[in-house]
């Protein structure tokens, strides 16, 4: 869905705020609710970071850090 189409519903793909081009893509699968932090490299790739279980309604903060860390460890190798 991401690669097909030209502007993906926010029901599958979020930005979450007040993070620098942080994603987290949303996956149910029966009644397991899943989600996977992404971001794009030069708007082309999109990588993907880590994800969880979703257990209640709030992220957890420790999983956007670690999301956040993986991000930059990603931005540090590439230059």
Do not use: H, W
């Not at 030209?6 to 930005?15: A, D, G, M, S, V």
């Not at 490299?41 to 956040?68: C, F, M």
């Amino acid at each position: 869905m991401i690669e097909e189409l030209q502007r993906i519903p926010e029901t599958y793909l979020k930005n979450i705020e007040d993070t620098s081009g942080l994603y987290e893509i949303r996956v149910q699968s029966g009644s397991d609710i899943f989600r996977i932090f992404c971001f794009f490299d030069r708007g082309q790739l999109v990588v993907l970071a880590n994800g969880y279980q979703k257990k209640s309604q709030k992220t957890p903060k420790v999983e956007i850090d670690k999301a956040l860390k993986i991000k930059k460890e990603y931005e540090n190798e590439k230059r």
